[in-house]
């Protein structure tokens, strides 16, 4: 089953606004990854965050986490329509294992 | 081009036919991962291996499927006696043995099993 659970499921907004996309996830971890996936093709990694740190940077993506309540977002600012996308959370769990568990994704559409 | 590649990108079969898909990972990468991916869901894990050491399987990999990495390079999956329910993207990844397990995809094999 899946680690994650994402909201919201979808989203669209216009080019120049913000989306913010929220994970919560069942059980203990190393850190929490973002990818990104277009349409149809495989997944690229946006963003790491480790379990002991609380927000990262990397561009136009700012990503945070609270490990007590079991969530992490994703903010992108200045939204393009090339971000135009679906992204999942994954979670690199604590115990001794390397796979990554994926949530359910939100599709973001982001309009010209 | 140094990515990960899979092959094919696109598998149609009829239900119970034997498909096989193959995934070259990025060269260096000591570890490989498969996924199974259906509409409007996330990744699911099925296996991974650790140079050709074959060391987690998901219970979604019934005795019907079956992966190797006979050199530690590339990895081969194959389904036998193919079902509807088997139709989905089958994703690779890989990364390296150190780091922060930052995984790879390839982008895909989409199968239809008809």
């Known amino acids: 089953s899946q680690q994650g659970e994402e909201d919201p499921q979808a989203l669209s907004i216009q080019e120049g606004e913000n989306a913010t996309m929220n994970c919560s996830y069942k059980t203990s971890i190393n850190n929490l990854q973002w990818y990104r996936q277009n349409s149809g093709r495989g997944l690229v990694h946006l963003i790491l965050i480790r379990s002991n740190e609380r927000e990262k940077h990397s561009g136009r993506l700012r990503v945070t986490l609270d490990t007590s309540k079991k969530s992490s977002s994703l903010l992108i600012t200045a939204s393009r329509a090339a971000d135009t996308a679906s992204y999942f959370c994954?979670?690199?769990?604590?115990?001794?294992?390397?796979?990554?568990?994926f949530g359910t994704g939100t599709r973001l559409q982001v309009f010209p | 081009d140094t990515g990960v590649s899979q092959d094919p990108r696109h598998k149609i079969t009829k239900r119970g036919q034997n498909v096989t898909f193959r995934c070259d990972p990025i060269?260096?990468?000591?570890?490989l991962y498969w996924y199974r991916q259906t509409l409007g869901q996330g990744p699911e894990f099925l296996t991974y291996f650790q140079n050709e050491a074959q060391l987690e399987k998901s219970r979604l990999l019934s005795d019907r499927f079956s992966a190797e990495r006979p050199k530690g390079s590339f990895s081969t999956l194959e389904i036998q006696r193919t079902e509807q329910g088997d139709s989905a993207m089958y994703l690779c990844a890989s990364s390296p043995s150190l780091g922060q397990n930052i995984q790879y995809f390839g982008a895909g094999t989409r199968l239809s099993v008809l």
């Open positions: 994954a979670t690199d769990l604590s115990y001794n294992t390397d796979k990554l568990i």
């Open positions: 060269s260096e990468h000591n570890r």
